[in-house]
């Protein structure tokens, strides 16, 4: 019997999709049964990693971390009038008592009282505290304040995101609470102030966890659980304990933090070079002056750890108190060059702006402004120049300028405004200047001497 054509096509068509299906089949077999083609195993289509990652080792229990640092994890309790009272945590750093904690968990107490993992209950006194960063550092006090267990510091620098911490701490209250996670992120600025500088982490942090520790799993602290997001879940902020470590001699010290100043101007680059934080301008007479440094030079390192951002050299620098010598390495013209510098107090906010914009006088180590008539008579006086700013160990300050003060001479000749000022410098080539200014109601004369 003969086949009509559509049953023919059809059978046809039958025999295609059986062939290509065989086809299919036969080379998905050859895929799964072919060598790898890639060194941790797997074959064409997929890879597998071998049994074990290189450097990791999966967590078990942290019971023996948490049995071995919770000793010199302490709670506070603060008192702030007859019914006010706030809670926090810290940890013990030394055999003397010495407790780091934040400072909003101190800042209003009248007293404070520590309790320790044993049952202790102690006394505790603020040694020093610096608002800007949120660290506070308190000695116990009182005949208990004996064999007191402490912690270690680890390296905040040697963090990494995805690196397992540890908090403990004192969260609504419930004694040295556990919690772990991982590091989220570092470096994270979160406008607290001008010293941000945060580990972020998941571990949970919650009221009362404030000022604890937070331990890497070698039972090191390498943070102080400081901040949360209240609208979010499992996002928390720790100050690096590095951070920590450079503040602790000025808090002790000086009981605040007195920052230290290099006197520069920075610009962050990215360039084919790299990022790098580059000096756009160095201050007349200033540590960056007498240490060398130029225009242009890229500061790769403060004290032997990598800068390569403007708030890392900031917050390397400001840490310091006044009067520490400090080692700088910095790049000019492809070579290395180290060098040490003086560290000097810092000047305020409003004298830092006004240094850096017009009006400066190097030579004197002054900022001066032009005053209007109107402002000339709220000052009480004839029309000068205002001091802005006075540059910390410049001539200005040596001789006894303060801001405020209206110069109205300068080598004997009348002054009114930056033109005639630098006409009156450039009159003479004496080594001093006679200045004649108005502070108050008083007008004097001082001798300053040129940088």
Same mark, same amino acid.
């Given at each position: 019997m003969l086949l009509g054509p559509t049953l023919a096509l059809i059978l046809v068509a039958a025999d295609d999709v059986s062939a290509w299906a065989s086809d299919k089949v036969q080379k998905h077999k050859a895929a799964l049964t072919a060598k790898p083609m890639f060194v941790d195993g797997g074959s064409a289509l997929f890879r597998e990693r071998?049994?074990?990652? %290189?450097?990791? !080792? %999966?967590?078990?229990?942290?019971?023996?971390? &948490?049995?071995? &640092?919770?000793?010199?994890?302490?709670?506070?309790?603060?008192?702030? /009038?007859?019914? #006010?009272?706030? @809670?926090?945590?810290?940890?013990?750093? #030394?055999?003397?008592?010495l407790v780091v904690?934040?400072?909003? +968990?101190?800042?209003?107490? !009248?007293?404070?009282?520590?309790?320790?993992?044993? /049952?202790?209950?102690?006394?505790?006194?603020?040694?020093?505290?610096?608002?800007?960063?949120?660290?506070?550092?308190?000695?116990?006090? =009182?005949?208990?304040?004996?064999?007191?267990?402490? *912690?270690? @510091?680890?390296? #905040?620098?040697?963090?990494? +995101?995805?690196?397992?911490?540890?908090?403990?701490?004192?969260?609504?209250?419930?004694?040295?609470? &556990?919690?772990? =996670?991982?590091? #989220?992120?570092?470096?994270r600025v979160i406008g607290v102030g001008p010293f941000d500088d945060f580990i972020q982490t998941n571990a949970l942090?919650?009221?009362?966890?404030?000022? /604890?520790?937070?331990?890497?799993?070698?039972?090191? $602290?390498?943070?102080?659980?400081?901040?949360? *997001?209240?609208?979010?879940?499992?996002? =928390?902020?720790?100050?690096?304990?590095?951070? +920590?470590?450079?503040?602790?001699?000025?808090?002790?010290?000086?009981?605040?933090?007195?920052? =230290?100043?290099?006197?520069v101007n920075i610009q962050e680059v990215d360039d084919a070079a790299g990022k790098a934080a580059v000096v756009i301008d160095v201050f007349k007479d200033s540590p960056a002056a007498q240490a060398g440094l130029q225009s242009g030079d890229r500061v790769i390192a403060v004290g032997g750890r990598s800068v390569v951002s403007y708030l890392q050299l900031l917050r390397r620098i400001a840490l310091l108190a006044p009067g520490t010598t400090v080692k700088l390495t910095v790049l000019r013209d492809g070579k290395t060059i180290e060098t040490q510098a003086t560290l000097i107090e810092r000047p305020s906010v409003d004298v830092l702006?006004?240094?850096?914009?017009?009006?400066?006088?190097?030579? @004197? /180590?002054? $900022?001066?402004?032009?005053?209007?008539?109107?402002?000339?008579?709220? @000052?009480?006086?004839?029309?000068?120049?205002?001091v802005a700013a006075v540059f910390p160990g410049g001539p200005a300050e040596m001789a006894g300028l303060q801001s405020g003060d209206v110069i109205i001479e300068v080598q004997r000749q009348r002054v009114t405004d930056l033109k005639a000022l630098k006409a009156a410098l450039e009159s003479s080539a004496e080594p001093t200047v006679l200045v004649k200014y108005r502070r108050g109601d008083a007008a004097q004369y001082v001798v300053v001497r040129r940088s």
């Open positions: 071998p049994p074990v990652l %290189p450097a990791f !080792q %999966p967590p078990t229990s942290l019971a023996p971390l &948490v049995k071995a &640092v919770r000793p010199g994890v302490v709670n506070l309790s603060t008192s702030n /009038g007859a019914s #006010s009272r706030s @809670l926090g945590s810290g940890f013990i750093i #030394s055999p003397e008592g904690t934040n400072n909003h +968990v101190i800042e209003r107490a !009248q007293s404070i009282r520590v309790r320790l993992a044993d /049952g202790r209950e102690l006394d505790a006194a603020l040694v020093g505290r610096d608002p800007s960063t949120d660290l506070a550092l308190l000695r116990l006090q =009182g005949a208990g304040a004996v064999a007191l267990p402490t *912690v270690y @510091l680890g390296d #905040s620098d040697q963090l990494e +995101v995805g690196d397992w911490v540890v908090a403990i701490g004192n969260p609504f209250g419930l004694d040295t609470s &556990v919690t772990h =996670g991982i590091i #989220s992120a570092r470096e942090i919650n009221p009362g966890n404030s000022g /604890g520790p937070l331990f890497n799993v070698k039972g090191e $602290v390498v943070g102080v659980c400081t901040a949360i *997001v209240t609208q979010a879940q499992g996002i =928390g902020f720790a100050l690096p304990i590095n951070l +920590v470590k450079d503040l602790l001699p000025n808090l002790l010290e000086n009981g605040r933090a007195e920052r =230290g100043w290099l006197g702006k006004a240094m850096v914009g017009a009006g400066r006088i190097d030579t @004197l /180590g002054l $900022v001066v402004r032009e005053l209007t008539p109107e402002a000339a008579r709220q @000052l009480g006086g004839d029309i000068g120049l205002l």
